[in-house]
């Protein structure tokens, strides 16, 4: 019913047919915000809600990866560009553009799910290190 039934402004009011049949997108897809991965359905992903923000990922553990350094110096460098932005960026190119976004090489270790191919120098410590911890060098070569 019209606000306004008291005149006859709403019947005489052109309205255009597909904004009297509109109604809200079904298949609205996303990125995961922290890997960047889809994009996929909003129904397939996990919604994380921040005071009027509606974040989205991939799984809980891309949520709490993105939840604990988020704040850190050289992250919120790296977020600040969009996920498609993000996602254009090549798989070999994303380390040397986290190290210049300001990233720290120690917090880059444990990201889960942005595919980083950090290279070998800067992610195993040296052999004799490892044989120290009781670590074969078969478990050297997986890690590798």
């Keep these: 019913m019209c606000p306004f039934a008291s005149t006859s402004f709403c ?66 460098r790296w977020l600040r560009l969009t996920t498609a932005q993000r996602a254009q960026i090549p798989k070999a190119d994303r380390y040397e553009r986290l190290k210049a976004c300001g990233c720290e090489p120690d917090d880059l270790r444990g990201v889960h799910n942005l595919e980083v191919p950090v290279p070998q120098d800067a992610e195993l410590p040296p052999a004799t290190l490892l044989s120290q911890h009781n670590i074969s ?8």
């Design 11 to 76: 019947e005489h009011m052109f309205v255009p047919k597909e904004l009297r049949q509109w109604q809200p997108p079904r298949n609205i897809k996303r990125r995961c915000f922290w890997c960047c991965a889809g994009p996929k359905r909003v129904h397939d992903l996990v919604q994380v809600m921040e005071g009027p923000m509606r974040w989205h990922f991939c799984d809980a553990t891309c949520a709490v990866a993105w939840q604990q350094r988020r704040h850190k110096k050289g992250w919120w």
């Design 137 to 144: 060098s078969s478990d050297h070569a997986v890690l590798q």
